[in-house]
């Protein structure tokens, strides 16, 4: 009907003036014309523009991922609120976190997570993260099962996650890793070793000064660098040239000590030195050394100690000529193998027997129990003395009080 009406019109038209014809012609072609329109596509689309996002290219050893293209960032459904495993605020509102295989962002004190993680990014429990500030992140991703010969991932964004961009040093041993160091956007070390076992681990230090795209490999145990680590436990850097790397001799085995070496040309040379004997009459140690972290002069490295016959504790070893001298501070007889270093005075740790923390204001000198109950809190992050955040294995808290109380965090990831 609709059609044969058209029609008549139509037939009707000349016995109108020339313009109204024409004008009518234009809208009856209109009309006609509608449903066809509805599902033709418009000259600016792209109907293949989410199979090119996810498209990874070939010709080169860099790839650019988009965090938008795995569905993360899609959105507001909330995702399985699965436990963080790391966490860095950079103030009362902003920081990161990773779980088991996913980076995280939060702009609310972490109430809400964005997940900002790449696509096929590879993520697994044993990867370390270096987050500089709310743009520049660097995630090191070691073999899975600690597998040698398959190099390490190393995962970077300068835009706060929005995108990543991929890179690969093929070490052909490693398979433990210390977190990304990059002292600004360009230029970063990174520390790796083979696994221990026997005494015989070796350690390897690599470099980047392009951001992290591309690696080079500065120093080995297996070299005449001067570089006699064991298996590694941490870097850190004062400078382009002055740096410090910490690892254990004799790891696997009784009687593991903690080694050091001190850089002035930037890792390509090392000087191993001594540190204070700890300990008095104890037999059949066991030490692990965490990272050493530089407050201009002043170097504070945590080593946790365990001893048969004998109870478990932490020492802070302190530098204050940038690491060619070293003293030892007191002792907290607790079983700590995170602390938490906020500047040269403020440090907290956990005692993972009890699940109490412990916190010091003086660099190691006293150390008190900032609180009793068991949260056993295993990563921390202080914004100042007083504001921090603690990951358990199942849950996120918040204090304002310097870890006296904590606040359990009822967090969503998006």
């Keep these: 009907m609709i059609k044969y009406s058209i029609a008549k019109l139509k037939r009707g038209l000349t016995t109108l003036p020339l313009f109204l014809s024409m004008a009518l012609v234009l809208l009856l072609s209109a009309c006609s014309n509608a449903g066809s329109s509805a599902s033709t596509p418009s000259a600016g689309t792209t109907p293949t523009a989410t199979a090119q996002a996810n498209a990874t290219p070939t010709s080169s050893s860099t790839t650019t991922a988009d965090s938008s293209s795995t569905g993360s960032n899609s959105g507001s459904s909330s995702k399985p609120t699965v436990p963080l495993t790391a966490i860095r605020m950079l103030d009362a509102q902003n920081g990161w976190s990773l779980t088991a295989s996913s980076i995280l962002r939060t702009s609310d004190g972490g109430a809400h997570w964005k997940d900002v993680t790449p696509a096929n990014a590879g993520l697994n429990k044993d990867a370390k993260a270096t987050f500089m500030n709310g743009q520049y992140a660097w995630i090191a991703i070691p073999p899975a099962n ?88 941490g870097i850190s850097l004062k400078n382009s040239q002055t740096g410090i790397a910490t690892g254990n001799l004799g790891a696997g085995g009784d009687n593991s000590v903690p080694s050091i070496a001190l850089t002035q040309n930037g890792g390509k040379n090392w000087q191993m030195l001594s540190l204070p004997h700890l300990l008095g009459g104890y037999t059949e140690i066991n030490t692990n050394s965490q990272p050493p972290v530089f407050f201009g002069n002043t170097v504070i490295m945590p080593v946790s100690v365990s001893a048969q016959d004998n109870p478990d504790l932490l020492v802070l070893y302190r530098s204050n000529d940038g690491g060619q001298h070293w003293t030892q501070t007191s002792v907290v007889h607790i079983a700590a193998t995170n602390t938490y270093v906020l500047d040269a005075n403020h440090a907290w740790a956990t005692d993972t027997k009890t699940g109490k923390l412990y916190s010091t ?54």
């Design 146 to 233: 600690m597998q040698e010969g398959a190099g390490i991932t190393i995962l970077r964004t300068s835009t706060g996650g929005t995108s990543w961009q991929s890179s690969k040093i093929n070490d052909p041993r490693v398979s433990i890793i210390d977190m990304p160091h990059f002292l600004n956007a360009q230029e970063g070390w990174l520390e790796a070793s083979s696994t221990p076992g026997a005494g015989h681990a070796g350690s390897d230090i690599w470099h980047s000064t392009d951001g992290g795209q591309t690696w080079t490999q500065l120093s080995s145990n297996a070299d005449s660098s001067g570089l006699r680590l064991g298996y590694v436990t």
């Design 361 to 414: 204001t003086d660099g190691g000198d006293h150390w008190n129990v900032a609180s009793n109950a068991a949260y056993n809190l295993q990563a921390l992050s202080f914004t100042n003395a007083s504001t921090g955040w603690g990951v358990s294995s199942q849950s996120l808290y918040h204090t304002t009080d310097g870890g006296q109380t904590w606040q359990q965090i009822q967090y969503t990831i998006q």
